[in-house]
């Protein structure tokens, strides 16, 4: 390819097949990770971006000589950097408690980057990139939960009837188990048991010393008297 402006079918093809692998091998991780975006998100996103740069680059080449003309072959793939946006904002949830999906958002805006490199004929960048972030998405999520888990801020939700002690006896039964409750939050529901008083529900965030005591916890909690119902999740 001695010009610049113009690229044969082989190179479009291989540079779209790459875009394909590449975004690919992202989104098989996120897919196995059971994410909102996964394989054919990730690949789209990818194989679209790729897309979008060749046509930058090579899509306008016929008006390269007209006189008052100026091709920018970075025009279009800087719209995609900052159009990825929407997309990314997708995956992103926010429940008032938690939020989730930051790393998925983070991902397909990395896999547009790849596309675009892809399709610009940026190679080595392209594939080192991918590594990197299935390094990150994959050997460090493991380095993540082995190590660090345990610092996160888990979400305690009990629903218990309204009686008084109750909360004392959740709070000394989760010191015992060593957890570091870092705030308490709880509020009264509609409804009344069949001892005749009311529902609340108590909110604790709270840290662990390690994940293996997360069962035992939910099964201790439940077994506590007018406890009706616990669950735990991550504060991400």
Not at 3 to 28: K, S
Not at 169 to 180: A, C, E, F, P, R
Not at 185 to 194: D, F, L, V
Request: proline residues 3%; aromatic residues 8%.
């Amino acid at each position: 390819m001695t010009n610049p402006w113009i690229i044969d079918h082989l190179h479009v093809t291989i540079r779209l097949l790459l875009a394909l692998l590449l975004g690919g091998l992202i989104g098989f991780e996120r897919e196995m990770s059971s994410h909102a975006a996964g394989l054919r998100t990730h690949i789209l996103v990818c194989v679209g971006s790729a897309l979008i740069m060749l046509l930058s680059m090579y899509g306008f080449s016929a008006f390269v000589n007209e006189v008052n003309v100026r091709i920018d072959p970075s025009r279009l793939a800087a719209q995609v950097i900052s159009g990825i946006g929407f997309l990314g904002a997708g995956t992103i949830m926010f429940n008032g408690r938690s939020i989730t999906g930051l790393t998925t958002a983070a991902s397909l805006w990395v896999v547009a980057g790849i596309g675009l490199a892809v399709g610009a004929g940026f190679y080595y960048p392209a594939v080192l990139a991918c590594f990197m972030v299935l390094i990150s998405l994959w050997i460090l999520n493991k380095v993540e939960l082995k190590y660090f888990s345990g610092k996160k801020v888990r979400i305690i939700n009990i629903q218990a009837i309204d009686q008084p002690g109750t909360l004392g006896l959740i709070t000394t039964l989760l010191g015992k188990m060593n957890v570091d409750i870092r705030k308490i939050a709880m509020e009264e529901q509609t409804g009344s048991s069949e001892v005749g008083a009311g529902y609340i529900r108590i909110t604790f965030y709270v840290t662990v010393p390690k994940p293996a005591i997360i069962v035992p916890i939910l099964e201790e909690i439940s077994k506590l008297s007018g406890v009706v119902g616990v669950t735990i999740e991550k504060n991400i």
